[in-house]
Protein backbone atom coordinates (compact mmCIF):
# COMPACT_ATOMS: atom_id res chain seq x y z
CA UNK A 1 0.00 0.00 0.00
CA UNK A 2 1.07 3.54 -1.13
CA UNK A 3 0.08 6.62 0.51
CA UNK A 4 1.65 9.79 -1.07
CA UNK A 5 1.41 13.73 1.27
CA UNK A 6 3.16 16.43 1.18
CA UNK A 7 5.91 17.00 3.55
CA UNK A 8 4.75 19.69 5.62
CA UNK A 9 1.11 17.55 6.43
CA UNK A 10 1.10 17.17 10.16
CA UNK A 11 -0.59 13.75 9.36
CA UNK A 12 2.74 12.47 7.79
CA UNK A 13 4.58 13.14 11.56
CA UNK A 14 1.57 10.98 12.93
CA UNK A 15 1.69 7.85 10.32
CA UNK A 16 5.41 7.63 10.81
CA UNK A 17 5.28 7.47 14.72
CA UNK A 18 1.93 5.28 14.58
CA UNK A 19 3.54 3.06 12.19
CA UNK A 20 6.40 3.13 14.26
CA UNK A 21 4.51 2.26 17.41
CA UNK A 22 3.24 -0.89 15.47
CA UNK A 23 6.58 -1.96 14.61
CA UNK A 24 5.26 -1.55 11.00
CA UNK A 25 8.13 -1.54 8.09
CA UNK A 26 7.67 1.00 6.19
CA UNK A 27 9.64 3.02 3.28
CA UNK A 28 9.62 6.53 3.00
CA UNK A 29 10.63 8.31 -0.26
CA UNK A 30 10.90 11.58 -0.42
CA UNK A 31 10.91 13.64 -3.93
CA UNK A 32 10.02 16.72 -5.47
CA UNK A 33 6.77 17.53 -7.64
CA UNK A 34 6.94 19.66 -10.09
CA UNK A 35 4.44 21.25 -12.80
CA UNK A 36 3.51 20.54 -16.19
CA UNK A 37 5.11 24.47 -16.64
CA UNK A 38 7.86 23.42 -14.82
CA UNK A 39 8.16 20.28 -16.98
CA UNK A 40 7.88 21.83 -19.86
CA UNK A 41 10.54 24.64 -19.42
CA UNK A 42 13.40 21.58 -18.45
CA UNK A 43 16.41 20.96 -20.17
CA UNK A 44 16.26 17.60 -19.49
CA UNK A 45 13.86 15.63 -17.39
CA UNK A 46 14.85 12.09 -15.10
CA UNK A 47 12.88 9.41 -15.98
CA UNK A 48 11.34 7.52 -12.75
CA UNK A 49 9.51 4.47 -13.08
CA UNK A 50 7.14 3.26 -10.45
CA UNK A 51 5.09 0.56 -10.14
CA UNK A 52 3.05 -1.61 -7.69
CA UNK A 53 3.75 -4.28 -9.05
CA UNK A 54 7.44 -3.83 -9.39
CA UNK A 55 9.56 -4.03 -12.42
CA UNK A 56 10.22 -6.86 -14.57
CA UNK A 57 13.20 -9.10 -14.41
CA UNK A 58 15.40 -9.19 -17.33
CA UNK A 59 18.84 -8.73 -18.33
CA UNK A 60 21.75 -11.20 -18.60
CA UNK A 61 20.24 -13.99 -15.82
CA UNK A 62 17.90 -14.22 -18.48
CA UNK A 63 19.42 -14.63 -21.53
CA UNK A 64 20.27 -10.69 -22.69
CA UNK A 65 23.95 -10.61 -24.28
CA UNK A 66 26.18 -7.32 -23.86
CA UNK A 67 29.34 -6.34 -25.59
CA UNK A 68 31.92 -6.45 -22.46
CA UNK A 69 35.04 -4.78 -24.25
CA UNK A 70 34.79 -1.40 -22.85
CA UNK A 71 32.81 -2.27 -19.64
CA UNK A 72 34.38 -1.98 -16.21
CA UNK A 73 35.98 -5.87 -15.57
CA UNK A 74 34.84 -5.27 -11.95
CA UNK A 75 31.51 -3.87 -11.86
CA UNK A 76 30.08 -4.29 -15.41
CA UNK A 77 29.56 -0.59 -15.83
CA UNK A 78 29.76 0.21 -19.44
CA UNK A 79 28.05 -2.80 -20.63
CA UNK A 80 26.51 -2.67 -23.89
CA UNK A 81 23.81 -4.38 -25.15
CA UNK A 82 24.03 -7.03 -28.16
CA UNK A 83 20.97 -8.46 -28.37
CA UNK A 84 16.84 -8.12 -27.91
CA UNK A 85 16.04 -7.73 -24.60
CA UNK A 86 14.93 -10.90 -22.95
CA UNK A 87 12.34 -10.33 -20.25
CA UNK A 88 11.88 -13.64 -17.81
CA UNK A 89 8.41 -14.88 -18.77
CA UNK A 90 7.19 -15.78 -15.38
CA UNK A 91 6.82 -12.01 -14.78
CA UNK A 92 5.16 -10.86 -17.30
CA UNK A 93 1.86 -9.96 -16.00
CA UNK A 94 4.09 -7.02 -14.30
CA UNK A 95 3.41 -5.47 -17.75
CA UNK A 96 -0.26 -6.55 -18.37
CA UNK A 97 -2.31 -3.13 -19.14
CA UNK A 98 0.49 -0.99 -19.49
CA UNK A 99 2.08 1.13 -22.22
CA UNK A 100 5.49 0.81 -20.88
CA UNK A 101 7.52 -0.02 -17.90
CA UNK A 102 10.91 -0.63 -16.31
CA UNK A 103 13.07 -3.61 -15.87
CA UNK A 104 15.07 -4.70 -12.45
CA UNK A 105 18.10 -2.65 -14.51
CA UNK A 106 15.80 0.46 -15.87
CA UNK A 107 16.23 -0.86 -19.81
CA UNK A 108 12.49 0.88 -20.76
CA UNK A 109 10.25 -0.85 -22.51
CA UNK A 110 7.35 0.55 -24.54
CA UNK A 111 4.31 -0.74 -26.07
CA UNK A 112 4.61 -1.02 -30.29
CA UNK A 113 1.92 1.93 -30.74
CA UNK A 114 4.05 4.23 -28.42
CA UNK A 115 7.11 3.17 -30.00
CA UNK A 116 5.31 4.26 -33.15
CA UNK A 117 4.73 7.67 -31.93
CA UNK A 118 8.37 8.18 -30.63
CA UNK A 119 9.89 7.04 -34.00
CA UNK A 120 7.01 9.18 -35.69
CA UNK A 121 8.66 12.15 -33.90
CA UNK A 122 11.99 12.05 -35.01
CA UNK A 123 13.35 12.10 -31.36
CA UNK A 124 17.23 12.24 -31.59
CA UNK A 125 19.54 9.99 -29.67
CA UNK A 126 16.82 7.02 -29.91
CA UNK A 127 17.39 3.17 -31.36
CA UNK A 128 14.60 0.58 -30.32
CA UNK A 129 15.08 -3.14 -29.96
CA UNK A 130 12.93 -6.17 -29.59
CA UNK A 131 11.64 -7.83 -26.33
CA UNK A 132 11.89 -11.26 -26.00
CA UNK A 133 9.92 -13.37 -23.21
CA UNK A 134 12.04 -16.41 -22.12
CA UNK A 135 10.24 -19.34 -20.97
CA UNK A 136 12.20 -22.31 -19.20
CA UNK A 137 12.39 -25.35 -21.83
CA UNK A 138 10.56 -23.60 -24.54
CA UNK A 139 13.11 -20.76 -25.31
CA UNK A 140 12.48 -17.08 -26.35
CA UNK A 141 9.02 -15.22 -28.13
CA UNK A 142 8.63 -12.30 -29.30
CA UNK A 143 6.60 -9.51 -27.64
CA UNK A 144 4.93 -6.67 -29.10
CA UNK A 145 6.99 -4.66 -26.88
CA UNK A 146 10.26 -2.61 -27.80
CA UNK A 147 13.03 -1.25 -26.06
CA UNK A 148 14.13 2.52 -26.15
CA UNK A 149 17.61 2.59 -25.81
CA UNK A 150 19.69 5.78 -26.02
CA UNK A 151 22.79 6.44 -28.34
CA UNK A 152 23.96 8.92 -26.59
CA UNK A 153 25.69 9.54 -22.70
CA UNK A 154 25.47 12.33 -20.76
CA UNK A 155 29.33 14.15 -19.45
CA UNK A 156 29.85 13.13 -15.11
CA UNK A 157 26.93 14.79 -13.13
CA UNK A 158 27.93 17.70 -11.20
CA UNK A 159 28.71 17.28 -7.84
CA UNK A 160 26.10 19.73 -6.76
CA UNK A 161 23.86 16.81 -7.59
CA UNK A 162 21.56 15.55 -4.04
CA UNK A 163 20.01 12.21 -3.85
CA UNK A 164 22.84 10.51 -5.60
CA UNK A 165 25.38 8.91 -3.31
CA UNK A 166 28.66 6.77 -3.97
CA UNK A 167 28.97 3.66 -1.65
CA UNK A 168 31.53 0.88 -1.49
CA UNK A 169 32.86 2.62 -5.05
CA UNK A 170 34.49 0.40 -7.68
CA UNK A 171 37.49 1.56 -8.77
CA UNK A 172 35.92 2.73 -11.80
CA UNK A 173 34.44 5.58 -10.23
CA UNK A 174 31.02 5.28 -12.47
CA UNK A 175 29.16 2.76 -10.65
CA UNK A 176 27.66 1.98 -6.78
CA UNK A 177 25.74 5.18 -6.80
CA UNK A 178 22.65 4.55 -5.01
CA UNK A 179 19.45 7.04 -4.21
CA UNK A 180 19.06 7.52 -0.59
CA UNK A 181 14.96 7.13 0.33
CA UNK A 182 14.99 10.34 2.44
CA UNK A 183 17.19 12.92 0.08
CA UNK A 184 15.18 14.03 -2.57
CA UNK A 185 16.88 13.35 -6.10
CA UNK A 186 18.24 16.32 -7.48
CA UNK A 187 20.47 15.85 -10.63
CA UNK A 188 22.56 18.59 -11.48
CA UNK A 189 24.45 19.18 -14.61
CA UNK A 190 26.71 22.58 -15.87
CA UNK A 191 25.82 23.92 -18.58
CA UNK A 192 28.45 23.25 -20.92
CA UNK A 193 27.52 19.60 -20.25
CA UNK A 194 24.48 19.91 -22.12
CA UNK A 195 25.63 21.35 -25.47
CA UNK A 196 25.56 18.37 -27.87
CA UNK A 197 22.14 16.33 -25.45
CA UNK A 198 19.60 14.49 -27.81
CA UNK A 199 16.17 13.83 -26.58
CA UNK A 200 16.88 10.58 -25.00
CA UNK A 201 19.96 10.06 -23.19
CA UNK A 202 21.56 8.18 -20.23
CA UNK A 203 23.73 9.25 -17.55
CA UNK A 204 27.03 8.23 -17.20
CA UNK A 205 26.89 7.23 -13.76
CA UNK A 206 25.44 3.81 -13.00
CA UNK A 207 23.26 2.99 -10.16
CA UNK A 208 22.29 -0.13 -7.92
CA UNK A 209 24.02 -3.07 -6.33
CA UNK A 210 26.04 -5.51 -9.24
CA UNK A 211 28.10 -8.74 -9.09
CA UNK A 212 30.60 -9.58 -11.70
CA UNK A 213 32.87 -11.82 -11.66
CA UNK A 214 33.75 -12.23 -15.52
CA UNK A 215 30.82 -14.40 -16.17
CA UNK A 216 27.56 -12.15 -17.95
CA UNK A 217 24.81 -14.88 -17.64
CA UNK A 218 25.83 -14.67 -13.76
CA UNK A 219 26.23 -10.85 -13.63
CA UNK A 220 23.92 -8.49 -12.04
CA UNK A 221 24.73 -5.14 -13.70
CA UNK A 222 24.70 -1.50 -12.16
CA UNK A 223 22.35 0.38 -14.40
CA UNK A 224 21.95 3.88 -15.91
CA UNK A 225 19.27 6.43 -15.67
CA UNK A 226 17.53 7.88 -18.73
CA UNK A 227 17.22 11.59 -19.34
CA UNK A 228 15.08 13.31 -21.76
CA UNK A 229 13.86 16.22 -23.08
CA UNK A 230 10.32 17.55 -22.41
CA UNK A 231 9.14 16.68 -25.99
CA UNK A 232 9.58 13.05 -25.31
CA UNK A 233 7.13 13.36 -21.86
CA UNK A 234 4.84 15.41 -24.01
CA UNK A 235 4.69 12.27 -26.20
CA UNK A 236 4.18 9.80 -23.18
CA UNK A 237 1.53 12.39 -21.90
CA UNK A 238 -0.53 11.85 -25.09
CA UNK A 239 -0.36 8.55 -24.80
CA UNK A 240 -1.90 8.26 -21.81
CA UNK A 241 0.84 6.49 -19.91
CA UNK A 242 1.22 6.13 -16.32
CA UNK A 243 3.79 5.11 -13.90
CA UNK A 244 6.42 7.58 -14.38
CA UNK A 245 7.51 10.52 -12.58
CA UNK A 246 9.97 13.07 -14.33
CA UNK A 247 12.23 15.21 -12.33
CA UNK A 248 13.54 18.02 -14.15
CA UNK A 249 17.59 18.34 -14.14
CA UNK A 250 18.74 21.37 -12.63
CA UNK A 251 21.40 23.60 -14.38
CA UNK A 252 24.69 25.20 -12.42
CA UNK A 253 27.38 27.34 -13.24
CA UNK A 254 30.24 24.76 -12.10
ZN1 LIG B 1 33.51 -0.43 -12.09
Redesign the pocket.
Known amino acids: MDVTLEVDDSRLTKLVQALAEQKVRFWERRWDVYTNAELEAARLLAVWYFSPEGSIFAGPRVGTTYDMSDA?K??G?GARQTSAQVVDAKELHVLEGRRAAATCYNDMLVDEKLAAALAESGATGLAFRGVLAAFEQRGHFQLPWRQMCATHTLPPMSPRSSGVEPYTP???G??SFSMPEEVPLRLAYRSSDLVDIRDVNVTWEWFGDFHFEGDVSDALFPYPLFLVTPKIWRIFRDEGVTGFRWLPIHVVDE
Do not use: N
Open positions: CHCACVCRS
